[in-house]
């Protein structure tokens, strides 16, 4: 029986795929941001540094207007639905994102995850309202995924064959590969389709839990509403 659901959080749960471009849109900080980001895509500068220099862009701006233009980031249809079902079979739920925790945290809240583990930005606490300072800590680089899933299923007590794994590119692969099931969403190329047992061509979980009854009934045994089928 399924016991734990790992779930990257950006293009997976959340509409936009890279939370320091959706922020830099927003912020206007995206033209200064490009003057970096080859050097952090070609491994010129490590994770950390890429994400120190991200966030150096937004230094003052307050975190209520961070946490408004994450607020205004969709979820995809169906993900409210699909957490609510496994959290109703007693699966735990975790995020795991090389994103920002402060969104993990915004969705944990909204729908019930129980382990969160993402990117965190600094706020100071003077003052009246709480600004970004600039300092940062990486906690989940984009290929390190794989390593935080073992510590998770050793933490719960659950084995791979007792996992699915859901996300869109390819720093979710190595989550697929430590669960039983893993679950493409809207995936970013074709390497990460071929490396999941369930692709969802379109950026909606709606049929998630559907398909996994589907293909491992032992695993979910019921449809996506969470009843019998």
């Not at 936009?16 to 003057?35: I, M, N, Q, S």
């Not at 010129?44 to 120190?52: F, K, P, V």
């Not at 084995?159 to 893993?182: H, K, M, N, Q, Y």
């Amino acid at each position: 029986m399924l016991r734990l659901a790992v779930f990257d959080l950006d293009g997976t749960l959340k509409q936009a795929r890279d939370p320091y471009v959706y922020l830099h849109r927003r912020l206007g900080t995206l033209e200064a941001a490009e003057a970096f980001t080859e050097q952090g895509l070609s491994g010129a500068i490590d994770y950390e540094e890429w994400l120190r220099l991200d966030v150096g862009l937004w230094i003052g701006t307050p975190k209520v207007v961070v946490e408004g233009h994450l607020r205004e980031n969709p979820y995809l249809p169906g993900a409210r639905e699909t957490v609510a079902a496994l959290r109703r079979r007693g699966v735990h739920v975790a995020i795991v994102s090389s994103g920002l925790l402060l969104q993990a945290e915004m969705v944990a809240a909204d729908l019930g995850a129980d382990l969160i583990v993402a990117n965190k930005i600094f706020f100071s606490r003077n003052g009246a309202e709480p600004v970004v300072t600039g300092d940062v800590q990486a906690n989940v680089p984009f290929d390190g995924k794989g390593q935080i899933m073992e510590r998770l299923q050793a933490q719960l007590g659950v084995a791979p064959a007792e996992c699915i794994a859901v996300g869109d590119s390819t720093g979710d692969i190595d989550l697929f590969r430590r669960a039983a099931v893993g679950i493409a969403v809207n995936p970013s190329s074709p390497r990460v389709a071929a490396a999941a047992h369930i692709v969802l061509p379109e950026a909606d979980l709606t049929s998630l839990l559907d398909q996994l009854h589907a293909i491992a009934p032992r695993l979910w045994p019921w449809s996506g509403s969470g009843e019998a089928p």
